[in-house]
Structures are given as structure tokens and as C-alpha cells.
């Protein structure tokens, strides 16, 4: 049965992070580690897929890590005429980064299954130029397999100091099924979400071995959730974790 099917990609894909990946997450976390020591703030940006949802604001999960957001509003209300946007976004990266608080030091982690989109690219490119350790999660194969639509011609996976790949085949679907046009099942979410759970993990491990004592998110529906959420706060700000 396709639920069986799915089940079992998952437990596999599971695995292979466990194993594959065990190196890359360590090191991860020491990144983020050395740069929380040394005053830096950790700053996650995902292409809209599960991690921003999953690792912010959650219940055991790591004050630290915050999300970088940003929007554009343009009003300029004509009469309607066929839009002829090259869609270049090369320089937008840059323009984010200046208008943010990320800092030299920091570290970024880059979310992308796919790793070619200009927005994703400029980015990193900045991020790097700014002196900003970059954190990458993205399918390798999936990536290497399409062209980037970056002038570059780079992807996100040539640019991290650390990448993570989250194991997701081409394409994404996992799963082939007799009646279906398309494959079926994405899986990229779910393998980044576990990776960077267990980077959550080693970076709890190595804090409160150097006598850190990292800011956790208690659930606010317990009884003394919204409380403690106030305090967690509080000392995310006074120490930056």
C-alpha cells in the first residue's frame, strides 16, 4: 500500500541523514556555537518550505534561532499595461542584508531543495561577502540535476560552509505510482526538519558543556507556558542565547 511505500522512503531518508549527514550536522552546530560565544546571532531563511514553521517559536526548541523575513511594497497605481519585468533580483540580496541586523560573524542557514533560484543565490553571495558563515540545507542531487537562474551559475550547495543535504530525490516526489501522471510524496521538508533538529541537539550539547545554558521554549498552552515564554525571551536578549 502507497502509505506503507511512503512510510518506508521516510525511514530510509531518516537513515541516511543519521549516517550521511552526521559530519555536516556536527559541524553545523559548531558553527553556530563558536559565533553564539563570540556575540553573533543565527539567522535562518527557508524558500517556503517546512523550516521556518518547524524551528521557530517552538515547543524544546532553541531561542537562538530566528527567521529572516523580508517584504516589498510598491504602489504606483496606473492604468493596467502589460508588464515587461526582466525579473532580475541581482542586487536584492545585498539591499536585504544592509537593511537587516546581520552582522559579520553571524552565521545564516539557507534553506532550498532545489538551490537555484536568484533569490536564494543573492542571498548567500551576500551573506558571504558580509562575512556571514553560511549554513546550507538542499538536495545535491536534486540541485546539480537543474540549471541555476543565477547569472553565476552557481547553486546553494557551492556556496555553504556547511551543507546539509536533506535527501530528497530529483524533483522532490518520492514515490512512482501506477495511475498517477506525477510522482508522489515530497520528502525535502521532513529531511531538513529532522537535520536541523539534530543540529538543535548537538548545539544544547556543546553550550551546556561550556556552561551556556541555551534559552528553551516551554509550550505555551501549559499552565505556566506563557510565563516562562516571557522569561525565555527575556534571557535570549540579555545573552543572545
Aim: proline residues 4%; glycine residues 10%.
Amino acid at each position: 500500500m502507497l502509505k506503507e511505500k511512503f512510510s518506508q522512503v521516510i525511514k530510509n531518508l531518516i537513515d541516511e541523514v543519521d549516517t550521511k549527514q552526521k559530519d555536516a550536522i556536527e559541524k553545523a552546530a559548531d558553527l553556530i556555537v563558536e559565533s553564539v560565544r563570540n556575540k553573533g546571532a543565527i539567522h535562518l531563511y527557508d524558500t517556503g518550505h517546512i523550516i521556518n514553521s518547524e524551528l521557530i517559536n517552538r515547543a524544546g526548541g532553541l531561542a537562538l534561532l530566528k527567521p529572516l523575513r523580508y517584504t516589498f511594497t510598491v504602489d504606483d497605481p496606473v492604468f493596467p499595461r502589460e508588464q515587461k519585468n526582466s525579473g532580475n533580483l541581482e542586487g536584492l540580496g545585498k539591499l536585504i542584508l544592509d537593511k537587516s541586523n546581520v552582522l559579520p560573524g553571524d552565521v545564516m542557514i539557507l534553506g532550498s531543495v532545489s538551490g537555484k533560484s536568484p533569490n536564494v543565490i543573492e542571498l548567500a553571495l551576500a551573506a558571504r561577502e558580509k562575512g556571514v558563515k553560511l549554513i546550507v540545507v538542499t538536495s545535491v542531487v536534486y540541485s546539480s540535476s537543474v540549471k541555476s537562474e543565477h547569472s553565476s551559475g552557481k547553486h546553494l550547495y557551492e556556496l555553504g560552509d556547511v551543507v546539509i543535504d536533506n535527501g530528497a530525490p530529483i524533483g522532490d516526489a518520492a514515490i512512482q505510482v501506477e495511475g498517477l501522471s506525477n510522482p508522489f510524496g515530497a520528502v525535502s521538508g521532513i529531511g531538513a526538519a529532522y537535520a536541523l533538529w539534530l543540529v538543535s541537539a548537538e548545539i544544547v550539547e556543546k553550550m551546556l558543556a561550556l556552561g551556556m545554558e541555551p534559552a528553551v521554549y516551554l509550550s505555551i498552552n501549559k499552565p505556566e507556558g506563557r510565563e516562562n515564554h516571557k522569561k525565555m525571551v527575556s534571557r535570549y536578549e540579555e545573552n543572545g542565547y
